[in-house]
Every structure is written in C-alpha cells, then in structure tokens.
C-alpha cells in the first residue's frame, strides 16, 4: 500500500540472501496459525457484521441517534434500564459503517502489527473494528502502555471503528480520566520516564450506563423495581457527568420498551443495509468537503476552522449563541453542536445547516425536554 515501492517477503535469512544473489530461494518454516484468542475475537467480528438493526423495534429515537453518530463519528453516550437495548444498539454500529478507506486500513493495520494482533494471513484490515473491554480493564489494557515496550490500548485498536464501554461507570476512575484526551483530540500519548509515544485514536467512542447500579430504576412508579440508596445512584450518575460527558456529542436515554411502539415500529423497520448506504453516502460528502485536510470526518473538524470556512447559517448560529450565552452550552458543547448540525446536514444532502438542523442537534445532545426548558430561559 506505500507508493513507489516493491516488496519482497521473506521468511529467514537464508531467503534474505538468496533474493540478494539471484539464487533459487529455499523453502522456510509456515506462518504459525492464528492463536485461540485471536480466532476468537475474530469470530467475534465476524458475528456483528451479521447482526441487523431490523431487529430491533421500538426505538426509533435512538437508531437514528446512531445514525447521526456513525455518519459522522461522533461519540455517543446510551443509558436506560436493564434491557432497553443498549448494547444491541451499539453491536450494530460496526454493520453500519463503509470499509476502511486506504489512509485508515494503513493506520489500522500498523497498529494492530504493534500490539501482537495481526493475523499475517488476512492481509489488511478493511473494515472498521469493534472493542468492546470489560469494566474491570486496567488503564494500561484501554489506553495503552504495559511493561516494556508501549502497547497500543483498546482506544487505539478501535481506530477508525467503534470502542464500547458498557457499563461505563463500573470502569476504575483512572480509566474513565485517562479519556479526557482522546475523547477530545482523537489520540492518546502514553509517557514514560524515557519514552512518549502517541497513537491515533480516532474511534467512535460509545458509553453504555443503566439508570442506578442496579438497573432497574424508572421514572414510571408502576415499573420502578430499584432497590438503590439515593446516595447510590448520585454516585453512580456523578461518573457520567462532568468533564467526560461534556466530550459526549449525543446523548440518549432509551426507555423500557413498550408494545404498541413495537407494534407499530415492525411495518417501517429499515436495515442495516439501508441505513449503511446514508452514511456512506454522509462520509463521502465530508470527504469531498475536507479534502486536503488533516481530518475525514465531522466528528473530528477543529471547532476555530469550523466558524471560519464553514458556517452555520445566522439563524443557526444565533440560536446556538443564545444558549451560549445564556449558560446552557458550554463552549466545548457549542462546538459539537456545529459538528452535529453538520452531519445532520450531511444526511440530509443539504449544502449548509440551517436553524432545523442546529435544533435537531441540540435535541441529540441536550434531549428534547432538557433543550425545551434552555429555549423557554432564553426566549
């Protein structure tokens, strides 16, 4: 894949030297096949790209959350009851998404060869990976580090794919710190007392959290089953607040479903397949747009170069000023607001966002009652 240049495998120094003389080059020892573990994750990768998002009914809301987030890889924060279908929302993500560009399979590939997780045999990595680490992982297995030489982490091999973080606020405060920056800049650097090594980590970054430790709280008393101390659950909301959540650009509370939303959720379903073809269709609008940029994707545009090249329109950006001003947005939170308000565009093949497209971010990242009582305060 580097341009302007022959490459010649070769298996042992005895190759190595009959290549250089022109000799007949002598048979080596095969490629060990791929280990348990690797196999398995890859099976594992293999078994998400069949899931559909056909399959799962009543929660229009929140498919087109994902929708909005995959088009322009943005990160995404899901909370709701045991059994809202969180998780099964965000295993259908990677089946979502367009394979790998060139420039990303490189990327990828590299780094999967660093951390000891390339299969020889496969070749590049084409399509978008999908991690998804349990909450008892250390800093050093999500970030990166180890002993010796510096491993990439989870956020590193989800690269250009997806890293999910179910039961997101189980993880070690380390871990849930450590994600300030690759949250906010899309790489991470790990530093020793002799080394600093960076590495991209320009994945989609999805959090997963039930509503109590428990998962069985609601804000309906006929469903609510929560056996939690109220100091409990503030402990437990207090780790998806603050610093962290305010990187979140969508934000999504999914309710405990109910009948006749599925019901009337089966006739109008669309699959994987459909809603993969918008946001392929979204990624090569960004494409075009930031050609010759440092960036691929809205979910990653400088907020500065954003205002200067490619502006909302004035009604959207007074609306957004408005909340600005007035303390509902933060100045981080303005900024992923113009990144959505773009996606949403994108989707909608609109050459600008206009005040809708700005509402309907604010509603993706705010929620609709939230972003109601920030517009009453400011009207």
Known sequence: M???MSVIGVR???????????????????????SGARLLAWRGQERLEE???????????????VEVAAAGGH???????????????????????PDLSPDESLELSAICSLAGTLDPAAGMLTRPPFSAPH????????????????????????HAGVLFLDEFPLFRSDVIEA????????DVTVARRDESVTL??????????????CGDFSGDVRLNTCTCREVQRRDYRNKVTGPVADRVDIVRHLPPLRKRDAVADLERAETSAEVGRRVAAARTRQAERYAGESWRLNGHAPGPVLRERWPLTKAGQAAVDELLYDGGLSRRGA??????????????????????????ALRLRVGEPLLLRMLERVS
């Open 2 to 4: 580097v341009p302007d």
């Open 179 to 186: 994600l300030r920056q690759p949250l906010e800049s899309g």
């Open 135 to 158: 909450h008892d992982a250390s800093k050093a297995s999500i970030i990166g580090g180890g002993s010796g030489a510096v491993q990439p982490g989870e956020v590193s091999r989800a």
């Open 200 to 213: 991209p980590a320009r994945g989609m970054v999805v959090l997963a959290c039930n509503p109590c430790p």
């Open 12 to 34: 042992s120094l005895a190759q190595v030297v009959a290549v250089l003389r022109g000799e007949e080059v002598p048979d080596a020892d095969p490629v060990a096949p791929l």
């Open 335 to 360: 900024t992923r607001v113009h990144r959505l308000s773009w996606t949403v565009a994108d989707l909608r093949r609109l050459d600008r966002p206009g005040l809708d497209e700005v509402e309907t």
């Open 51 to 65: 899931l559909d998002l056909a399959d799962l009914l009543g929660v229009d809301d929140a498919r087109y959350a």
């Open 75 to 97: 990160h995404l924060l899901l909370s709701g009851p045991k059994g809202s279908g969180k998780t099964s929302l965000a295993e259908r993500i990677p089946g979502i998404l």
